[in-house]
């Protein structure tokens, strides 16, 4: 099925690619902004064949996919390897990626920079809401380990 817009031009399908270990509610909120433009969005989980278990993928694609459920315009996958060859085969048109300070920044245009020089793949950045520049998966694992309650960090 092909989904045209009023304008008669198909939406956009942008590949959100991440870690999310854990997926936080600053992530959701890129997600969320994406759809709101008029967006399909893939969200891929990237792991490391050689370092994250397959129950860990799985359970982390899981929580996700709940997340999003019902909703026919995200979709959820996870892959390895490079992510621009996860781009092309989610057929995507680019790449989104959240920036929550000037460090995350000078990584993120890299990380653009060298996808475009590979594949000509474009990476849309996208500022963290002010509220949520704080948030980051490693903070919230932090807190787990140390038995504080994560809730109001996870959609
Ligand atoms: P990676 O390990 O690939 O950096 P992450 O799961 O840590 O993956 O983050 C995925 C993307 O989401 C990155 O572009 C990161 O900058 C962005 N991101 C992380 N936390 C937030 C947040 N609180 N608000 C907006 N973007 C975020």
Do not use: W
Not at 130 to 154: C, H, W
């Amino acid at each position: 099925m092909t989904h045209k817009s009023d304008t008669g031009t198909a939406e956009p399908v942008v590949v959100f690619p991440g870690s999310f270990n854990p997926f936080t509610i600053g992530h959701k909120s890129i997600v969320d902004r994406c759809l709101a433009f008029g967006a399909k969005v893939v969200i891929g989980i990237g792991y490391n064949r050689d370092k994250a278990s397959s129950d860990d993928i799985m359970g982390r694609l899981e929580r996700i996919r709940s997340v999003f459920s019902g909703d026919s315009r995200v979709r959820v996958e996870s892959y390895s390897g490079l992510t621009v060859d996860f781009v092309k085969q989610m057929r995507g048109n680019f790449m989104v990626r959240g920036v929550r300070s000037v460090a995350d920044f000078e990584y993120e245009r890299n990380l653009a920079d060298a996808n475009y020089d590979l594949a000509g793949i474009e990476t849309m950045l996208m500022p963290a809401l002010p509220q949520y520049s704080f948030i980051s998966s490693s903070m919230v694992r932090e807190l787990m380990a140390n038995g504080t309650d994560t809730k109001k960090y996870l959609p």
